[in-house]
């Protein structure tokens, strides 16, 4: 009698570090941003506000861009026309840039859209699901997809630094 | 490339899934064995390693691919369980997508419901319309019902003539008995009224 209670003490002491070690691990799991560096890239099937419908997946092969813009967002303007400008340079080497507006009613992003002179789609996401997919938290953010669908760099913020960083990565990008 | 999925096969009874994955970790277990040897060299066996890399080195590079053969033909087969445990096929219905000719209505997107609630949504681009267009066919839902009677309705949005917009909906009032159900809907075109015309109808 007394063994096998003292049997079933030394399992629940091995059983209890087991259960705190899976209870802590719980909310980090929980937590774990879909968005992060490494991991594959959501993907999504959206509108465009001119052209064609876009699949992200049918871009694997090609370095993609996405870019989260609101029309609130002076600095998404300026990270737009910025992209435009690579998208020119390194379109013929396989980069794709997507511009997807994040918590704007639908006039607001159409007028925006209309004043944005970018030659790459912008995309509407009525639904927000794919800023929930990236868990996008500031604007102007930024994805860097490599050729394989994995995320390679996320920026979360626009200014010199971002940009010459975000340019580099994209050069590795392109090259590889 | 659309996912062209045909409906799936019985498998043979008494095939554990707990089997199959632990022989899937075992054998991705032996296939990074070889790798985690290569990353880390002894000092001593690393002078020798270029000239044994080109006696063995095809045999591992042999072993290595077939291994990776079996971790696929693994996947499948998990693939395939996985699918017969989610969808029963007492309880399974299919609805699949086909164009033939189209040349009234470009596809944009399909809105299913089956007893009013939605069950799919899907947007199809401009490559994924001309895969229909060729002969494809896209499972667009896989789900489970109850036996007895049931409404699906389709809505789908589009160009139409004369490049305008057109939304139209498609409904069929079905019986699911036992066994799977397999509906297709279909996007024809009419051509004594030059306008496409949107059918459901049991998978033939």
Redesign the interface.
């Given at each position: 009698m007394i063994r096998a209670g003292a049997a079933a003490c030394v399992r629940r002491s091995r059983a209890l570090p087991a259960l705190l070690v899976i209870f802590w691990s719980l909310p980090a799991l929980a937590g774990r941003s879909h968005a992060a560096a490494g991991l594959p890239a959501p993907d999504f099937?959206?509108?465009a506000v001119a052209g064609?419908?876009?699949?992200l997946s049918?871009h694997i092969g090609q370095v993609v861009v996405i870019s989260f813009w609101g029309s609130g967002c002076d600095a998404c303007r300026a990270q737009l026309e910025a992209l435009n400008q690579d998208f020119s340079r390194y379109q013929g080497q396989g980069l794709r840039v997507y511009g997807v507006e994040v918590a704007d009613d639908q006039a607001a992003a159409l007028h925006f859209a209309r004043g944005t002179p970018v030659t790459f789609p912008l995309l509407l996401d009525p639904a927000k699901s794919v800023a929930r997919a990236y868990d996008v938290d500031n604007l102007p953010m930024t994805v860097l997809i490599d050729r394989d669908g994995k995320i390679r760099q996320v920026v979360r913020d626009f200014n010199e630094t971002s940009r010459r960083d975000c340019e580099d990565e994209l050069r590795r990008l392109l090259a590889e | 490339m659309l996912e062209v999925p045909l409906p799936l096969a019985r498998r043979p009874a008494g095939r554990c899934l707990t089997v199959k994955v632990a022989m899937l970790a075992a054998l991705a277990a032996l296939a990074a064995v070889p790798v985690a040897f290569a990353q880390t060299p002894a000092p001593a066996a690393a002078a020798a390693a270029p000239a044994m890399q080109s006696a063995g080195g095809d045999g591992v590079d042999a072993q290595v691919q077939s291994l990776k053969s079996d971790v696929l033909d693994l996947n499948r087969d998990l693939f395939v369980l996985e699918q017969e445990l989610l969808y029963p096929a007492n309880t399974q219905v299919a609805v699949f997508v086909s164009i033939d000719a189209g040349t009234f209505f470009a596809l944009d997107s399909v809105q299913l419901k089956i007893d009013g609630k939605e069950v799919a949504n899907y947007l199809y681009t401009p490559r994924e319309v001309n895969a229909l267009v060729q002969g494809g066919v896209q499972r667009l839902f896989v789900g489970n019902l109850k036996v007895g009677k049931h409404e699906l309705t389709a809505f789908l949005t589009g160009k139409g003539p004369h490049d305008r917009d057109y939304t139209r909906g498609a409904t069929l009032e079905f019986r699911k008995d036992i066994g799977a159900k397999y509906l297709e809907l279909t996007i024809t075109d009419d051509q004594s009224k030059l306008q496409p015309q949107f059918r459901i109808k049991d998978w033939e």
């Open positions: 099937a959206l509108r064609p419908n876009v699949r049918e | -």
